[in-house]
């Protein structure tokens, strides 16, 4: 079992960068893809990025493809998410997340999540 913390969201303006964290304890985190979601109260939790066991393959949804990068390192046990040209639309809680099944966008195949980093852009 692996237990993940998110960190660096807070409040930015638009067209800023902004990277998040999320770090892992427990369990082997080599084991494991990763993946960072958000959710706002109006949607439904989201894709953002995926990343394989050995950050070789890497996996974007449509919106932040050019933006965003998920990048790991496996001796930290860390992942990050490098966000850049916020737009408001990035505004959410933004979670990492854990899978031993592989790299996948879907939210149901991912086993441990985080709680949560709060990301506002502001314009």
């Known amino acids: 079992q692996v237990q993940v913390v998110e960190s660096g969201g807070t409040l930015v303006q638009v067209g800023g960068s902004l990277r998040l964290s999320c770090a892992a304890s427990?369990?082997?985190?080599?084991?494991?893809?990763m993946g960072w979601f958000r959710q706002t109260p109006e949607k439904e939790r989201e894709f953002v990025a995926a990343?394989?066991?050995?950050?070789?393959?890497?996996y974007y949804a449509d919106s932040v493809k050019g933006r965003f990068t998920i990048s790991r390192d496996n001796a930290k046990k860390m992942v990050y998410l490098q966000m850049n040209s916020l737009k408001p639309e990035d505004t959410a809680v933004y979670s990492c997340a854990a899978g031993v099944r592989g790299l996948t966008y879907l939210p149901s195949l991912y086993d441990y999540w985080g709680q949560g980093t709060q990301v506002t852009v502001s314009s």
């Open positions: 990343i394989s066991r050995t950050g070789g393959s890497t």
């Open positions: 427990g369990g082997s985190f080599s084991s494991y893809a």
